[in-house]
């Protein structure tokens, strides 16, 4: 069976790390995993002075106050959580960081995994616009000039709805603003836009009797794109 990997890496380890570890810096790509944690960990926290992480983990996360975890398997298993940040971090993250030995490409693979996990749990799982190269790097690969424009095109396709498969519509709302498909499928590929199905609510006056309609949205990067032209 083959797997591919990169279908189980957050995007900042497949991103930041990946390339370390085809390159067979298998040391440097286990660090590298764990600072991402670390780095994200900080941020959301909103520490700019270096602390040891265990301390944060250990303070931060306690008692109901401060961070909440994001746990797909149920909020009964925060502190659960809690303890795999921590033995994550002193196990891997301390070795990693401090010995030049050790890491072979086995060990380094299930680090970039685990610190994907931990990267879910706290629910990083996108590039930042400073990752990806910024908003001048976005609006080059989408081929658009200005910044209105691609305000334009996000504020469109969010929350367009597609009764039945029936795309020719959105298509055609793409062309009249000088889109096309290739426009289309780098939005997908830039991680800003997602489609899915869900329940469809009819507006005034509308009787369309379908229980789930496909629609259009914006991930967490799309949103932050619009915060920051805004």
């Given amino acids: 069976m083959n797997i591919g990997i990169c279908e189980y890496l957050n995007p900042k380890i497949e991103h930041h ?21 670390e780095m994200s960990l900080n941020k959301k926290l909103g520490i700019v002075k270096y602390v040891p992480t265990t301390k944060t983990i250990q303070e931060k996360f306690s008692g109901g106050k401060g961070l909440r975890l994001k746990v797909p398997f149920g909020e009964e298993q925060q502190e659960n959580a809690k303890l795999l940040f921590q033995g994550a971090f002193k196990y891997y993250r301390n070795h990693a960081a401090h010995q030049d030995q050790g890491i072979t490409k086995k060990i380094a693979l299930r680090i970039m ?12 799982c996108y590039l930042s616009i400073d990752e990806i190269g910024g908003i001048e790097e976005i609006k080059a690969v989408l081929h658009i000039k ?23 519509g959105f298509f055609e709302g793409l062309a009249l603003m000088g889109f096309g498909d290739e426009e289309y499928d780098k939005l997908f590929e830039l991680d800003l836009i997602y489609y899915e199905f869900g329940p469809y609510i009819p507006g005034e006056g509308e009787v369309y009797p379908p229980d789930e309609i496909g629609f259009f949205g914006l991930t967490d990067l799309g949103k932050e794109v619009i915060e920051v032209l805004s």
């Fill in 17 to 37: 790390c990946l390339p370390l570890f085809k390159g067979e810096h298998y040391q440097e790509c286990a660090h590298a995993a764990m600072n991402q944690v």
């Fill in 113 to 124: 995994v685990i610190a994907s996990e931990l990267l879910d749990l706290l629910d990083v």
């Fill in 146 to 168: 200005d910044d209105e424009r691609l305000q334009k095109l996000l504020s469109f396709i969010d929350g367009y709805h597609i009764p039945d498969d029936a795309f020719d």
